[in-house]
């Protein structure tokens, strides 16, 4: 007989107010599960002491708090901690924590595997399977959280930014995304500022346009090329969503947010003799140019079979310049956790059975 109780992992604040209503209690005991999971990390009803002794004992018969479990841990000698979590059914994803001087970021995934299969990316090169479920997302920061502290110091969080830009394609689980989202967000739960939350897209323009004024939390989209012929070649989703397309719908995006403070994030993987001359920088500085933007450069993080390599550090300085002179504010990601596999691009995970996503 399957189990028919809820994880409450899997419950938005607002869902998890209605699950306490179904069961016959005030909305407000959803703020006291969340303080709980999120602030303290308990999963066993029986500690939760501000709650009623009769509803401690009823709650394991209605519901239990789950994780993914991690099952593998890589540390790099940069201090980068990669985290495989098992999914319970024969998948696995990864997850990485990426310690900084002010701030402590963690890059979850929301798919196992990934539809988009952009042509330099480990991640896409492995498969797809399916889109992660809430708890299977949010799993991933209370299970990072498990080994490196939770958030009961409001002003020194282990975890201070979280960035969906793990394995997958954030805004093709649209719906799984914004519930986590929520979470991450709640006073209740983690309590991260919007501009500490990130969405990274390929490009997926119509749910863009439908998330303006609906979600505010920072956007990143992952570029990679200045013109549509190259850009087809690399993300592939481009031949759907034409660069035209998807930079109208980030500029709505825009307007009706204030976590952005007015700039998307522009990721730009940078591949040696491919997308990194001078030529390339002009002609992505006239892209952009009615773009209110700030670019990270992300030197390519080479992997087996990729077919394509790092560029000089020359090519890459020359690059940065011509942004940089045209009055762009420019970041050149420094490679981080690639030692361990964890760097942009590199994860790979565990995809089994692997099926054809559907795009919107």
Known sequence: MSDQRVNLLDLSPEDLKEFCVSIGEKPFRAQQFLKWIYQWGVTDFAQMTNIKKELRERLPTLAYIKAPDIIAEHKSADGTIK???DLGDGQVVETVLIPEDDRSTLCISTQVGCPIKCSFCRTGASGFNRNLKVHEIIGQVFAAASRVG???????????????????????????V????????????????????????????????????????????????????LRDELVPINKKYKIAEVLTAVKHYLAASNANCGRVTIEYVLLDHVNDSTDDA???????????????????????????????????????????????????????????????????????NKIRAQTV
Not at 294 to 299: D, G, S, T
């Open 178 to 229: 914004l519930k986590v989202t929520e979470i991450l967000l709640s006073d209740f739960a983690f309590g991260l500022s919007k501009r500490r939350v990130t969405i990274s897209t390929s490009g997926i323009a119509p749910i863009i346009e439908k998330l303006a004024g609906k979600v505010d939390v920072a956007l990143a989209l992952s570029l990679h090329a200045a013109n549509d012929e």
């Open 282 to 352: 002009h002609a992505l500085a006239a892209l952009l140019k009615d773009v209110p933007c700030k670019i990270n450069l992300i030197p390519f993080n080479p992997h087996d079979g990729a077919g394509y390599q790092r560029p000089s550090n020359s090519r890459i300085d020359r690059f940065y310049k011509v942004l940089f002179n045209y009055g762009f504010t420019v970041i050149t990601r420094t490679t981080r956790g690639d030692d361990i596999a964890a760097a942009c691009g590199q994860l790979a995970g565990q995809v089994k």
């Open 83 to 85: 985290w495989a979590l």
């Open 150 to 176: 939770f958030c009961e110091n409001r002003e020194h969080k282990p975890i201070s930014n979280v960035v969906m830009m793990g394995m997958g394609e954030p805004l093709l689980n649209v719906t799984n």
